[in-house]
Every structure is written in C-alpha cells, then in structure tokens.
Nanobody, 124 residues
Framework: QVQLVESGGGLVQAGGSLRLSCAASGRTREMVLMGWFRQAPGKEREFVAA??????NYADSVKGRFTISRDNAKNTVYLQMNSLKPEDTAVYYCAARLGFSGSSYRTSGGYGYWGRGTQVTVSS
C-alpha cells in the first residue's frame, strides 16, 4: 500500500504561483509513476502532469506554466505552478502507480493510489 498526502494549496491571485507537495509513505520503492490530477466543481477529474523517475509529461493546458518534479530521497513529488489562471481553480490530487498498468498515465485508471486532495483557488 501507498499513502499520499498533498499540501500547499491555497488562495492566490491570477498570475501568481503555488507549489504543491505530495508526501508518500509505504511501498514507495515500487512507485514507478506519480501524477497530479485536478477536479473543478461540476467537471470530471482531469490529468495535469506525471513523472516517472525524471521525465515529466503535461496536459496542454498547463504546459510551460507548471513543472512536476520528484525527490526520491524524500518520497515527495512537487507541482510548481506559475502564471496561475482562474481556470486552474480546482481540487488537486496526487496519484501513484506501482508496477505495470495497461491504462494510460493520462487517465485516472492508470493509478492505484490517491491522496485526498488540496484546494487551489485562483482569483481574477
């Protein structure tokens, strides 16, 4: 099992920055992929970014503004969010995959473990 705890969310003005953290515990050595998803009110959960050991992939909507990184020594993954927009407002969830999955890393089904989420609100 893996336990994930997000932190770093909050209220920020448009154009501002936030850094989210996701601390993992448990079977962390088996985490081959970690990701961030978000869900806005009334919308489905959507992919934001993912990272294997060092290479990040991003949704088009955040590319160039968000950066995902991973500190394996601390079992923590980060999401640096710059140039935030009101449409980035959502609950952000951290997710982890252990081992192989037949589902795309861009889908919720590609992950077996989830945190409870942290709220990010961007005011205009």
């Amino acid at each position: 099992q893996v336990q994930l705890v997000e932190s770093g969310g909050g209220l920020v003005q448009a154009g501002g920055s936030l850094r989210l953290s996701c601390a993992a515990s448990g079977r962390t050595r088996e985490m081959v992929l970690m990701g961030w998803f978000r869900q806005a009110p009334g919308k489905e959960r959507e992919f934001v970014a993912a990272i294997n050991w060092s290479i990040g992939n991003y949704a088009d909507s955040v590319k160039g503004r968000f950066t995902i990184s991973r500190d394996n020594a601390k079992n923590t993954v980060y999401l640096q969010m710059n140039s935030l927009k009101p449409e980035d407002t959502a609950v952000y969830y951290c997710a982890a995959r252990l081992g192989f999955s037949g589902s795309s890393y861009r889908t919720s089904g590609g992950y077996g473990y989830w945190g409870r989420g942290t709220q990010v609100t961007v005011s205009s």
